[in-house]
């Protein structure tokens, strides 16, 4: 994809949305960085679902170590993998206790070796949190990095590291958000919204959904041309 061509795509989705952020509920880094790890393998309305009820009660490291395991898995069973994601979750906040005083390493490293914490979600937490400008990729920014040709790439890390290469420096920090809610709303997994899409002229995808074809006047059967006589 030509340079410009990549630019322009940023630039249209930034006046689409120029602040966009995370669908997932949170009021802290901390509240954050657990939405994130819950989110993997299934919807941000699920982990919100549960998150709401598990915050209210506790939302710090202490505050949910103090629950276990046992404790916080019926907050989390609106979440897939919820028995696994509980012992994650305490894990996790053992850790950050036990290693970093309660608070979220700002770096990769420390991050990834949280348990539950891989490198898509010590991608978000290093852009939404800390500021830097990385881009994390799951199902959605995979489908259209490689669709509109952003991006092409065999495997999530390629893919980032495509988009790590060539997104113009002005919109690395939001590119994660503007491509994953294009892939949530606009260019979907079956059936992507092409005719609607606003990219859609720039976009380099051979396979484009046509828009659908506009109906003909209906004729009138031989009874309504009766009783229109």
């Known amino acids: 994809m030509h340079p410009a061509t990549r630019r322009a795509i940023f630039r249209r989705l930034q006046a689409a949305n120029p602040e966009p952020t995370t669908e997932l509920e949170h009021r802290t880094p901390f509240e954050l960085l657990v939405a994130v790890m819950l989110s993997a393998h299934t919807t941000d309305k699920s982990v919100n679902a549960a ?65 539950g914490v891989g490198r898509k979600t010590a991608s978000i937490i290093l852009n939404m949190v800390f500021g830097q400008s990385e881009i994390a990729v799951d199902t959605h920014i995979f489908r259209v990095a490689n669709r509109t040709g952003l991006a092409p790439g065999k495997t999530p890390r390629e893919v980032e590291q495509g988009l790590v290469a060539n997104t113009p420096e002005e919109f690395k920090k939001n590119a994660h958000h503007w491509l994953l809610l294009h892939g949530r709303y606009v260019c979907t997994a079956r059936l992507p919204a092409c005719p609607k899409c606003i990219i859609r002229d720039l976009c380099e995808y051979p396979h484009k959904t046509p828009p659908r074809a506009r109906p003909g006047p209906r004729k009138a059967s031989p009874r309504t041309r009766a009783s229109l006589a």
Do not use: M, W
């Open 51 to 115: 998150t709401r009820k598990l915050f209210a009660v506790a939302n710090t490291p202490q505050a949910i170590c103090n629950l276990g395991v046992a404790g916080v898995k019926p907050y989390l069973k609106t979440v897939g993998l919820y028995n696994s994601k509980a012992k994650n979750l305490i894990g996790l906040c053992k850790q950050l206790i036990e290693r970093h005083g309660g608070a979220i390493p700002p770096d990769r490293e420390s991050l990834e070796a949280l348990p």
